[in-house]
């Protein structure tokens, strides 16, 4: 089936780096786009970035270009969102997903990434 596993927040105080990584199993990831989706307390999920399945495209939501930057790994089936200056504004619950089928979308679990200082 497939999984999607996020890995890597956390706290860290503003300005600073975290990186995402988040491990998929269950389907051919290297033919999927993949995205980052973020959901703060109170607000609704919204999405961050998403990548191609080459890898070449990729795209941002304005809060975060020039900051934050996708990528993946399509040997090891593993896509990271690497997150510089970060904000308080950042903090929130970060998913991993991907659209399967052009219409089952599949998420992670959620990682927990907090700024404050």
């Known amino acids: 089936q497939v999984q999607l596993v996020e890995s890597g927040g956390g706290w860290v105080q503003p300005g600073g780096s975290l990186r995402l990584s988040c491990a998929a199993s269950?389907?051919?990831?290297?033919?999927?786009?993949m995205s980052w989706y973020r959901q703060a307390p109170g607000k609704e999920r919204e999405l961050v970035a998403r990548i191609t399945s080459g890898g070449v495209g990729r795209n941002y939501a304005d809060s975060v270009k020039g900051r934050f930057t996708i990528s993946r790994d399509n040997a090891n089936d593993t896509v990271y969102l690497q997150m510089n200056s970060l904000k308080p504004e950042d903090t929130a619950v970060y998913y991993c997903?991907?659209?399967?089928?052009?219409?089952?979308?599949?998420w992670g679990q959620g990682t927990q990434v907090t700024v404050s200082s």
């Open positions: 997903s991907t659209l399967l089928g052009g219409y089952t979308r599949y």
């Open positions: 269950g389907f051919t990831f290297s033919n999927y786009a």
